[in-house]
């Protein structure tokens, strides 16, 4: 049969479309919820549908598909369930920005209207990020492809929102939640993005009420909040103020008088003037303290963070101070206040002062709390059982050191607020009896609407809906019919939303056809690993573990992969202001997407954060050529017989590659089931690039020019066995270009993908034949050296001496010494060294090895001195550094384990390199003119 022959080069542009979709046709990637075999199931975090893939989803999905593809290939019966996420801020704000370019808004569209846009909006880009997962290789079973908001995920939230309602794990109160007055909506703690910032601290005057000449002075960072002040906290055993305990002071600006009272887990008397003020309306801890002394809580702010009339006269707030503040944002308002104070002399002085500012994670606007109704969950009762699960081991967090985050995250965890004030998303199921709650209803009219846009809009679109704390819902799973208490038939429903991070929360289970008891979910259910960025383990995986040990009675998976962040070359975060984003589009549109998967594979360190630039891509796109260029090699030399003889009957060449491959077999699927895919990535490039290609390839050349010999017909074995294993183990990291090999390559079955992947073979295994190979590699890489050294070329024909002091690796040499004198290319003479001729030759040292080259009349040896002379400068400079790291203290902890040892010997070669190199510049020198 004719062998096909590859082209001159590798375009991954022609491959890669051709063969996803043949991956696809093929349904290679569906996975039968029937199937005997073992599952091995992910769910693939949600990207959000307003998503273009980013290098941190190359990351992600890449890994992803490193895993499902090795355990495919391993047999198992593999499910790696995409879909997307409806991400309801983000998705809310794109059609919003759309509707403002078309002179419009959602209020003027209605509820109804604009959510019937945004589901039109999914339908035309919402599917962007998906097909350019499918670019990135990502072998998911699309046919199973979900959305958080589909039918029935939808039955899934509504369920788990019913149960958790009636067991008392989801309730309604007005608490200070975290508000963003842009968005106009609540977040959740995690929601909030703190950023380090330089701000003022105001140092005010505050006088007793009984005695105007005594004042307090308290410190803060947001005087316009004062207005709403409700009293004054000192340390109940400060000597300083604890007598004045009882007392009240007068509140600046205003006409009331407040309180003094003692709290000593409000105050620390250490740390600044030791009085602090109580704003239980506009801050978390001053919202507790109200609580525990029964103070007020007194609103100033309105929901788009402006300084609200209506509660600055409730707070007996001076009329002149009203009229100069009022409708304006905090920020306009804050300087009017400072000169307020100063002109009345409450001000006793400003200074600068570094601060943490809350910011909303997704547009950036300043948090504000905000006293609000909202959905709650009671979280301690879900999170007992989720620390439990991972400190008996049940799931395993890997890196490791992530487990001490999570169980101090999740013993330390609050209640969390899953309401949200947008229209797109899971409308929560509660409804209120107007006839009930009449006077808990409160509807205005949306703020920068016509009157006659309002007017030509049903009642529930063109009003602005606040439903008080003291209203009661109905929890249900669909819409009642008639009041149980008024037998009305009047409803509202919540207007509110569930927090995204709700439905996310169910997807190992919901997306297998929870509450519904499928033959997937029995199947597929627990999943067996999640990977995931550190940057929602506790947004998401807590969630996840909580929501599913509470709906399904088991882990919703075993082992969590924590990956880390992609920054640029030196660290920095990628963003666009900053010009440093790398693309991976355009990456895989120059370099090829193996390229791109093989250099993040081989960057996921475990704890330490990938600082990823395009030269190290375009080295990998490097790697893919090499193994391109080697299957043309092998494919020239496959036309002849190929002979199958047991391995031990084999060449030393083959032998030592069967047994180097095995050893590569084992160490990479030793490396994937410990997530170490940086070592996998490396075991793989070392054997390929450097055993199979620089050596091997090298060694069978002579064996393969009579190719109707027996030894060309065994090499040709050799060849093709190795390299179609070789190619198999390379598939779950280069999909597409060892998927495009292997067709052509003569290859039993349809595809690479549904070919068994390797596993160590015991009688591969050659310790004569590896032994034979370092005795043999050590004399051609010193020989090497040593023609580096005299600036000889390579393939320059020379006699080479040499002599090992161990007759074994003697014994080896002489059994080689064709090999040998190939690769060195000379020829080999074996001998003692007194044998060696009396001429110049240069003499290279090697632990018991010496081996000698002539120094002939062309070598420049001043130049060869200046040759060796900036190498051990360059070995001196790179020792110094290695022996500074592995003496800090902080690198030692830090660094893997793996690392340690690498920098380890690589400091090992340098000081024998440094010797080898100082006794050839000592025999050179003797060897110039002029020298004895």
Not at 109 to 130: D, H, Y
Not at 373 to 386: C, D, G, R, T
Request: hydrophobic share 40%; charged share 25%; net charge neutral.
């Amino acid at each position: 049969m004719a062998i096909r022959q590859l082209e001159k080069t590798y375009e991954p542009q022609q491959v890669e479309e051709r063969w996803y979709r043949f991956w696809i046709e093929r349904g290679f990637f569906h996975a039968a919820a029937d199937s005997a075999k073992q599952p091995y199931t992910i769910v693939i975090p949600p990207p959000n549908v307003t998503g273009s893939l980013h290098v941190g989803h190359a990351l992600n999905n890449s890994l992803q598909d490193i895993l499902i593809r090795w355990r495919r290939m391993q047999g198992r019966n593999t499910l790696w369930m995409p879909g997307t996420d409806h991400a309801g801020i983000a998705t809310q704000n794109v059609v919003e920005r759309q509707l403002m370019a078309e002179g419009t808004s959602r209020e003027a569209l209605g509820r109804e209207a604009f959510i019937q846009r945004v589901w039109s909006w999914k339908a035309q880009s919402g599917g962007t990020i998906v097909q350019q997962l499918k670019r990135l290789g990502a072998s998911c079973d699309w046919e199973r492809l979900r959305f958080t908001m589909d039918d029935g995920l939808s039955l899934a939230v509504r369920e788990v929102f019913v149960r958790l309602h009636e067991e008392g794990l989801i309730y309604r109160g007005e608490r200070l939640i975290n508000w963003c007055p842009r968005c106009l909506t609540a977040l959740s703690d995690i929601e909030v993005e703190h950023e380090e910032t330089t701000g003022k601290l105001y140092h005010i005057y505050y006088a007793l009420a009984d005695d105007p000449q005594t004042k307090l002075t308290v410190a803060t960072t947001r005087p316009e909040t004062l207005l709403g002040d409700t009293a004054i906290a000192v340390h109940p055993d400060d000597p300083r103020y604890n007598r004045l305990i009882g007392k009240r002071v007068r509140l600046p600006l205003t006409q009331r008088t407040i309180p003094i009272v003692g709290d000593p887990i409000l105050v620390d008397r250490e740390f600044g003037t030791g009085a602090v003020k109580i704003t239980p309306a506009h801050d978390f801890n001053d919202f507790e303290a109200g609580e525990r002394h029964g103070l007020p809580c007194l609103s100033i702010l309105d929901h788009q963070a402006r300084l609200d009339p209506v509660g600055l006269r409730a707070a007996a707030v001076n009329q002149p101070v009203i009229e100069a503040v009022e409708l304006l944002r905090v920020n306009q308002a804050r300087p009017k206040i400072e000169a307020l104070l100063q002109e009345q002399g409450w001000l006793a002085k400003v200074e600068a002062h570094k601060m943490a500012l809350g910011k909303c994670y997704r547009c950036k606007t300043v948090i504000e709390p905000y006293l609000s109704p909202q959905w709650f969950v009671k979280i301690k009762p879900l999170a007992e059982p989720a620390i439990q699960a991972v400190e008996e081991g049940r799931i395993r967090l890997i890196p490791e050191a992530w487990t001490n985050n999570y169980l101090g995250w999740m013993r330390d965890i609050k209640d969390w607020c899953i309401s949200r004030q947008i229209w797109w998303g899971h409308q929560i199921p509660a409804w209120y009896c107007r006839s009930c709650n009449a006077e808990a209803i409160l509807e205005t009219a949306h703020e920068g609407m016509a009157t006659t846009e309002a007017q030509a809009l049903p009642r529930a679109s063109r009003k602005r809906v606040t439903i008080l704390s003291s209203a009661t819902p109905l929890v249900t799973r669909t819409a009642p019919t008639q009041c149980p208490a008024c037998r009305g038939n009047d409803f509202l429903q919540d207007p509110d939303v569930l927090d995204t991070w709700f439905s996310s929360a169910l997807w190992p289970f919901s997306t297998l056809g929870w509450p519904e008891q499928t033959p997937e979910l029995k199947t597929f259910y627990p999943t067996s690993t999640l990977v995931t960025g550190l940057d929602i383990l506790f947004f998401w995986v807590a969630r996840m573990i909580m929501m599913g040990l509470k709906f399904t009675g088991q882990v919703p998976f075993r082992d969590v992969y924590i990956h880390a962040l992609v920054r640029d070359a030196e660290g920095q975060k990628m963003s666009k202001s900053k010009g440093n984003v790398i693309d991976p589009l355009s990456v895989m549109d120059r370099y090829g997407t193996d390229a791109l998967r093989f250099t993040l594979a081989s960057m996921a360190s475990p704890g330490r954060d990938i600082k990823l630039a395009e030269e190290r891509i375009e080295g990998y796109r490097n790697f893919a050529n090499k193994i391109w260029n080697v299957a043309r090699f092998i494919l020239m030399h496959l036309d002849g017989p190929r002979t199958a003889t047991p391995l031990a009957d084999r060449s030393f060449p083959d032998r030592w590659i069967m047994s180097r491959l095995n050893h590569t077999i084992g160490a990479v699927n030793a490396s994937l089931e410990q997530y170490r895919f940086d070592q996998a990535a490396s075991q793989l490039y070392q054997f390929i690039w450097h055993e199979y290609c620089d050596w091997y390839v090298e060694l069978v050349k002579p064996s393969l020019h009579d190719k109707e010999s027996v030894a060309a017909s065994q090499t040709r074995h050799t060849l093709l066995e190795s390299f179609e294993t070789l190619l198999r183990l390379l598939h779950p990291f280069m999909p597409f270009l060892s998927e495009e090999i292997w067709q052509t390559i003569p290859h039993e079955g349809e595809s690479i993908v549904t070919q068994r992947y390797p596993a160590p073979t015991q009688n591969w295994d050659s310790k004569e034949a590896e032994a034979a190979f370092a005795a043999m590699g050590q004399f051609v890489t010193t020989v090497r050296t040593g023609r580096a050294l005299l600036n000889y070329q390579p393939g320059k024909p020379m006699p080479l001496y040499g002599f090992n002091k161990d007759s074994q690796a003697m014994a080896q040499l002489q059994m080689l010494h064709p090999h040998i004198g190939h690769l060195g290319r000379g020829t080999v003479h074996l001998l003692p060294q007194q044998a060696w001729p009396a001429t110049q030759i240069l003499r290279l040292a090697v632990e018991g090895l010496t081996v000698g080259l002539p120094v002939e009349g062309d070598v420049d040896l001043q130049k060869a001195l200046d040759r060796i002379r900036k190498q051990r400068d360059e070995g001196k400079q790179e020792a110094k550094r290695l022996e500074g790291k592995l003496g800090n203290a902080e690198f030692a902890a830090k660094a893997p384990p793996e690392v340690v040892t690498e920098h380890e010997e690589r400091l090992r070669l340098l000081r024998h390199e440094e010797a080898l190199l100082l006794d050839s510049e000592q025999q050179l020198r003797a060897m110039m003119p002029g020298k004895d």
